[in-house]
């Protein structure tokens, strides 16, 4: 064994670039971390500052770096590039493929709105009508069918270009227990085998007006159980502490975790991981920051999404300064959604690679192309001493 400790950390839909298949998701020409620091240039005047990243290497995931930001003289770790191979684009996807689990079946997506027999099962156990039932933005749903609601108390139900069924409900007009049990509901309904898709999500919100309407930190992530053993199951079973911060717990349906730190947001992510490396304990602590993509990508909002990186990057140099000898730090990400591209939904990228300890021997290393995201939980397994499962090639030697 190499390291005591590892912590992954997904930075939820940062992206480098669009990956080989992306025409078949109507991605062509996505590039999530690149053109947001071309938007900061070239609408804010100054380059995207992520020192911390830089650091580590993530100008090196675009072969012309990154626009305004001056290569470091100096390079720490390791970096790279990988490639979802899943074939969803959603978060389930990468974050079971890095489990060693890549999701490389069909599930089901509802472009036109889902089937009548599922709303009807819906209401029935709900006692509440349905409204909207429409691919939709999640935040102007709100502005569209939020008023609605208020005065009808039925449940705004709608998907996006992903496998999800979402259903968003006013914290004061449906209680976020009673939201809960809706969408616990709406998860047995699709689990196959005639309708299976990714994930239900319960997207609570409050206000009073389409003005003022805002989502909150109650959201919660019912995703389909895995299909088979993760790395995170192996982990666990060999006696090692598994560790959950954020929504890999969701992603699981806690298979394989010990722990799990719910997220508030990006900077209550980071002061869990803080938490988490001042303790000891022995195996992968896993981390998803959602911000990124719920708050930013799905908005569109460029300049959000580029800030948020920055205050992420600050957080990361403190971490990095707390970091021991024998722990191993992973940064990567699940998909893309870039802030600059149509629509709303994902966009099927490259995700990048970056790992780094105190004591690695090899600075500035290049990675490469990885051709599959199970490359990081073959290589947590190879740390520990686990049997791996089949899928990915380790790197632990490269970053040893």
Not at 28 to 52: K, W
Not at 179 to 185: A, F, N, P, S, T
Not at 365 to 384: E, H, K, M, W, Y
Request: hydrophobic content about 35%; charged content about 20%; aromatic content about 8%.
């Amino acid at each position: 064994m190499r390291y005591n400790r590892i912590l992954t950390i997904v930075i939820d839909s940062v992206g480098v670039g669009f990956a080989p298949d992306a025409e078949k998701y109507k991605s062509a020409g996505a590039d999530t971390l690149g053109h947001m620091a071309s938007y900061f240039v070239n609408e804010l005047g100054r380059p995207l500052a992520i020192p911390t990243l830089t650091k580590l290497g993530i100008t090196r995931t675009h072969p012309d770096g990154l626009a305004g930001i001056a290569e470091p003289t100096q390079l720490l770790g390791a970096h790279g590039r990988m490639q979802v191979t899943s074939y969803g684009n959603d978060s389930l996807d990468g974050h079971w493929e890095m489990m060693c689990l890549p999701a490389r079946f069909h599930v089901d997506y509802f472009p036109e709105g889902f089937p009548p027999e599922l709303l009807k099962k819906l209401e029935d156990f709900s006692g509440r009508g349905i409204i909207c039932n429409k691919p939709y933005s999640g935040t102007q749903v709100l502005v569209d069918y939020g008023e609605r609601q208020l005065e009808t108390g039925e449940l705004i139900v709608y998907t996006s270009g992903d496998s999800v069924l979402q259903i968003a409900a006013h914290e004061d007009i449906i209680p976020v227990d009673e939201l809960y049990r809706i969408c616990e509901y709406a998860r047995t309904l699709i689990n196959g085998p005639e309708i299976t898709m990714g994930r239900v999500i319960a997207r609570p919100y409050v206000g009073t007006s389409k003005d003022n309407f805002v989502r909150t930190a109650n959201r919660r992530d019912y995703g389909l159980e895995p299909c088979g053993p993760t790395a995170l199951t192996r982990l666990h079973d060999a006696g090692f502490d598994v560790i959950s911060v954020g929504k890999t717990w969701d992603l699981f349906c806690g298979q394989g975790f010990d722990t799990h730190y719910h997220n508030e947001s990006n900077m209550d992510g980071m002061d869990h991981v803080d938490e988490v490396m001042a303790q000891d304990w022995q195996g992968l602590c896993f981390t998803n920051l959602v911000d990124f993509d719920t708050v930013y990508g799905h908005r569109r909002n460029a300049r959000g999404y580029g800030e948020a990186l920055e205050a992420f990057d600050e957080r990361l140099a403190h971490v990095m300064d707390t970091v021991r000898p024998d722990d191993l730090l992973m940064v990567t990400a699940d998909h893309g959604n870039d802030p600059t591209y149509m629509g709303t939904d994902h966009t099927r990228e490259l995700v990048p690679l970056l790992a780094w300890s105190p004591s690695m021997k090899a600075t500035g290393l290049d990675l490469g192309l990885r051709t599959t995201c199970s490359d990081v939980g073959a290589t947590i397994l190879d740390n520990f001493g686990v049997e791996d499962m089949g899928e990915g090639t380790s790197f632990l030697a490269a970053v040893s």
